[in-house]
């Protein structure tokens, strides 16, 4: 089972990178160039016109793994990674039809906000219904470092459970803000999904292959995605990404371990929410230079130093890589 994870990493690795390198042209030919926002970073509207809907490259390399090298398992009944990936497509699919608007009408607004959530809320229902008509899920809470099950009413958990959903599918796509900082942050979390399911066992391998092969999509991205950026993942790939990091918690039946396992997308999250709330109640003051954090950090907020891409990118890959460390250790001895 190593090997196969093995060459699912790389696999998918030279997938992307061999898929982006016709991608990415094709994107600039066709002028899918994104709008930058007025009110962001001045120094950002030089990557205006940088190719989105980037994220393409990491969902064909992990669809193309999965299907080949996760085939032998998923005939043999484990669904779970199907039911990932087609969760993950579904907010992929909704992403996409953001990101056309914004290219149709050449601004950085697609979708109404009533809109994108309404359908993600929509996916989240189905995801809940079919994952508990399969007994794939349970109306619980596994509390990882206690080790201990706190049941809910039925009703009271997926109420609960659709709010997390759509909360995480939103993090992850505020946290895709500069160049390689979502794919980046997003690494160990699915290395850390790899580590759990190749220690709970057979029934698991599917999703470890899935995960293995969503981690080498992201590396072979980032080969366009790093600073400075030749495309952009766009809300087709943060989407898509954000519906695999909770598939994945909801597929575990662990929907808790995003707690520590997600700490950057929540903190990014909730730098935004702590914004807006603090300029509405002081009438216009800002705690931060500018919302979500990374961009705080960006305009030289609270100690002064202007902190370039690659250095927020190294820093937000470094706690990530240590939370990711914390979520296995707190989680891995449920079923091991």
């Known amino acids: 089972m190593t090997i196969r994870l093995v060459i699912s990493f790389l696999a998918a690795f030279v997938v992307a990178a061999i898929f982006g390198s016709a991608y990415v042209p094709w994107l600039r030919k066709i002028k899918a160039g994104q709008e930058i926002r007025e009110v962001g970073p001045n120094w950002h509207k030089s990557k205006a016109g940088t190719p989105t809907m980037g994220g393409v490259i990491f969902i064909v390399a992990v669809t193309a793994v999965l299907f080949t090298l996760g085939l032998p398992f998923i005939k043999e009944g484990e669904l779970p990674a199907v039911f990932v990936l087609l969760f993950a497509l579904f907010y992929g699919a909704i992403g996409f039809l953001d990101d056309f608007e914004k290219l149709k009408h050449k601004q950085n607004l697609g979708l109404s906000a009533r809109a994108k959530f309404l359908l993600q809320l929509a996916v989240a229902i189905v995801l809940l219904y079919w994952l508990r008509l399969e007994h794939y899920l349970t109306p619980s809470l596994?509390?990882?470092?206690?080790?201990?099950?706190?049941?809910?009413?039925?009703?009271?958990?997926?109420?609960?459970?659709?709010?997390?959903?759509?909360?995480?599918?939103?993090?992850?796509?505020?946290?895709?803000?500069?160049?390689?900082?979502?794919?980046?942050?997003?690494?160990?979390?699915?290395?850390?999904?790899?580590?759990?399911?190749?220690?709970?066992?057979?029934?698991?391998?599917?999703?470890?292959?899935?995960?293995?092969?969503?981690?080498?999509?992201?590396?072979?991205?980032?080969?366009?995605?790093?600073?400075?950026?030749?495309?952009?993942?766009?809300?087709?790939?943060?989407?898509?990404?954000?519906?695999?990091?909770?598939?994945?918690?909801?597929?575990?039946?662990?929907?808790?371990i995003l707690i520590p396992l997600g700490l950057i997308f929540i903190l990014e999250t909730l730098s935004d929410i702590i914004q807006v709330t603090y300029f509405k109640l002081t009438h216009g003051k800002r705690l931060f230079k500018m919302a979500p954090f990374h961009h705080h950090l960006e305009m030289g907020g609270w100690l002064g130093h202007k902190w370039t891409e690659v250095q927020i990118v190294a820093l937000f890959f470094s706690v990530s890589v240590i939370c990711s460390i914390v979520a296995y250790f707190a989680s891995v001895g449920r079923y091991a």
């Not at 699915?190 to 995960?211: D, P």
């Not at 954000?242 to 929907?255: E, S």
């Open 142 to 256: 596994y509390v990882p470092f206690w080790g201990v099950t706190v049941w809910l009413p039925e009703w009271l958990y997926f109420v609960l459970a659709a709010f997390i959903i759509v909360g995480t599918v939103n993090a992850v796509n505020i946290t895709d803000g500069i160049d390689g900082l979502a794919a980046s942050v997003s690494v160990p979390v699915f290395v850390c999904y790899t580590a759990i399911c190749f220690a709970w066992g057979v029934q698991y391998r599917s999703l470890a292959v899935f995960c293995a092969g969503l981690t080498g999509g992201l590396f072979g991205f980032l080969v366009y995605n790093f600073h400075p950026a030749k495309c952009f993942m766009g809300d087709t790939g943060s989407l898509f990404l954000g519906g695999a990091v909770c598939g994945m918690a909801f597929a575990l039946d662990m929907p808790l």
